[in-house]
């Protein structure tokens, strides 16, 4: 249902020679509506803008209904004597969005959830007032000033105030523009809460590793993920406006539309802007830069898009052929538990064909971060079919999804804001066939997609335990009738999803899973990236997955003996054993050990090289062939 009828179009045209259209609503259906009439003006470049600015304009009833109850916001609502009400753009996207301004349901981050819900208000013929309405600061930018950029935090997915104007023909370098976007854009969100893509966000904060400094690393992205690389560039942007269309504010920011760009502190990757649900972006991600994929935000918190034009049918069929020979039930976690009922898909490795390499780059080009192997886990082909599924969880790791089996101290560094932390960044998951029916990727805590509705989907602590969910939740937002956000397979598209935030903590929102594929089968593939090298976790990986116990019994009659590891560089007691006695201890393969008499540890009794399956060793008798001295350890060698 559409609640607002547009009365009237007028193309008038600025001060500044930009066609404006004047657009009048009102709703035909509601008894005193017409009193509240809208006026919201609009910059519209073409024809099909005006249908862009005319679903908005049903947010504007909306946001006449409410805001006529509620005290008038100055800055960007103007109600005049008669009741009409003047709305710049702004305030129809707040209204659609509800980003800062309402804590009720009724508001949601999309107009077209607002629009429903508007059906709905005047259905029941009420009024309704979101709370904590109004107090905003909002940045000015004035029409006669030079053009600006807004400089916007990565990570700050859902505000739409915490930017700050920025003119780059003020900056004499591109290293103190970005040095300046930068540390603004901090100021104005870090600490800000419901920046992130819903009012209970966590606010962004300074990762303890970054900087601003274009030096060590400090960049910024425009809203199609181009990195800017010149002040000519910014300006050239900050000049045409146009080039942020599309954008929420394309009907203009006050007076002056400022396209927004992406600061993006040292240490950290940019993250895709989220902008609003539905919102579209055309990127490069190969060397041709005239083939281009489509980024759909799908959610704005967790950040999940839609990638079209990623791989082509060929691509997939071939990665299906090339792996459906090595598929094997899947293991989940850092070690892996074959059999856990969480997981019940089978998957196969691909990390060197050239068909996963090319797929893994263009991944990283996708993300606009630097190609690199120590980023990547491969490329997981999944097999789904017969009800087989895979339960809500996260991709990151965390002490309790995975390390379990594994050492502790696998997740000492497993908190990407802190120096040195490196997780899971960044999950695009490829669809490589349809899935009749079932099958779809699941995201069980958004609530910032355009088919929610303000239903219960989990438990309301979820988010805070992350990576769990119940069994009857994780039921339920499978279930059709639930409007929780589900990803339909489709050959050759692609999910994007965000397992950090800008700021690199770890998202509990970005929960997903595979609900169960009723009909059919599913192929599908993960690609994984990190936020920095991975090896110290595939050390304690590849470590606690080698460990193996070993027992050493002393057989000789009387004689104690010492055992000693021996690891090349140092020689380290384990301890002594008594006559028919034994020492038992977690080895790996390649550990030495060596044997000596109690009171003359140079002299070896025994060696033993260890390798899996040799679980017990007998130290018997004295044996000459091998006892030997061991020589004194020869200097070491500094080069
Ligand atoms: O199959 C899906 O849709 C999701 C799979 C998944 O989340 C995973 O393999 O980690
Ligand atoms: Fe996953």
């Known amino acids: 249902m559409v609640a607002a009828k547009v009365e009237g179009y007028q193309r008038i045209a600025s001060e500044e020679e930009e066609e404006i259209a004047i657009l009048k609503v009102g709703n035909p259906d509601m008894e005193g509506w017409d009193a509240a009439m809208a006026r919201g003006c609009f910059v519209v470049d073409q024809v099909e803008g005006l249908a862009g600015a005319l679903e908005r304009l049903t947010s504007v ?34 209204a659609a969005t509800n980003g800062r301004w309402g804590k009720k349901e009724a508001c949601r981050r999309d107009g077209r959830a607002v629009i429903s819900r508007l059906g709905a208000t005047l259905g029941s013929g009420s009024l309704f007032a979101p709370e904590g309405w109004g107090g905003l600061e909002i940045p000015r930018y004035s029409s006669n000033s030079v053009p600006q950029v807004r400089a916007r935090l990565n990570g700050d997915f859902g505000s739409a105030m915490a930017g700050v104007p920025l003119a780059p023909s003020e900056f004499e370098s591109l290293d103190d523009f970005v040095r300046t976007g930068c540390e603004r854009a901090r100021a104005k969100t870090i ?43 910014a300006e050239r942007i900050a000049r045409d406006r146009r080039a942020a269309k599309g954008y929420p504010f394309d009907g203009g920011w006050d007076d002056a539309a400022a396209p927004d760009l992406w600061f993006v502190p040292s240490g950290l990757h940019f993250v895709w802007p989220t902008v609003a649900p539905g919102h579209e972006t055309l990127t490069v991600i190969g060397d041709d830069p005239s083939i281009l994929a489509e980024v759909t935000t799908l959610s704005m918190q967790p950040a999940v898009f839609r990638i079209r034009g990623f791989l082509d049918a060929k691509e997939a069929k071939e990665t299906v052929d090339r792996n459906r020979p090595r ?9 892996g538990r074959a059999g856990d009922k969480t997981r019940t898909s089978s998957n196969a490795w ?19 971060v630097d190609p690199d192997r120590k980023l990547e886990d491969g490329l997981q082909v999944l097999h789904y079919e017969n009800e087989q599924w895979y339960k809500p969880h996260v991709d990151y790791f965390t002490a309790k999804n995975g390390g379990a089996a594994a ?17 899971r960044f960044a999950t695009v998951f490829l669809y490589l066939s349809d899935a009749p029916s079932g099958g779809e990727t699941v995201f069980p805590l958004s609530t910032t997609h355009l088919e929610y509705d303000g239903g219960r989907l989990t438990a309301e602590n979820t988010v805070n335990t992350p990576g769990f969910i119940r069994n009857e939740d994780a039921e339920w937002v499978c279930d059709e009738s639930s409007r929780a956000l589900r990803v339909k397979p489709r050959v050759a598209e692609a999910v994007l999803f965000y397992s950090q935030r800008g700021d690199g903590s770890l998202d509990a929102y970005s929960l997903h899973g595979s609900c169960p594929i009723h009909e059919g089968e599913k192929w599908a593939a993960n690609l994984w990236v990190w936020n920095r090298p991975r090896d110290a976790i595939d050390k304690i990986k590849s470590a606690a997955k080698a460990q193996f116990s070993v027992v050493f019994h002393n057989d000789h009659p009387d004689a104690a003996i010492s055992l000693h590891w021996d690891d090349a560089s140092t020689f380290t007691k384990m301890g002594d054993i008594q006559p028919g006695a034994h020492l038992s201890m977690n080895t790996f393969p390649g550990h030495a050990f060596v044997a000596t008499p109690v009171d003359d540890p140079k002299l070896t009794l025994g060696r033993w090289t260890m390798r899996h399956g040799k679980t017990q060793i007998r130290i018997s008798t004295y044996s000459p062939s091998k006892t030997e001295r061991r020589p004194a350890s020869p200097p070491k060698v500094f080069q």
């Open 61 to 94: 009833a909306f946001s006449v209904v409410t805001r006529t109850a509620a005290a008038a916001n100055q800055a960007l609502v103007t109600v005049r004597d008669d009741l009409s009400v003047e709305l710049s753009s702004e305030a129809v996207w707040r």
């Open 191 to 233: 600490g800000v809460e419901g920046l992130v893509g819903g009012a209970s966000g966590a606010p962004l904060r300074v990762s303890d590793h970054s900087s601003c400094e274009a030096s060590e690393g400090a960049r910024c992205f425009d809203i199609t993920g181009t990195r800017i690389s010149s002040l000519e560039q």
């Open 327 to 335: 598929i094997k039930p899947s293991e989940v976690g850092l070690v």
């Open 350 to 368: 691909d990390t060197s064909s050239p068909g996963a390499r090319a797929l893994i780059n263009r991944a990283f080009r996708l993300l606009k």
């Open 407 to 423: 050492d502790e101290s696998a997740f000492s560094n497993a908190n990407p804001t802190e120096r040195n932390g490196t997780n």
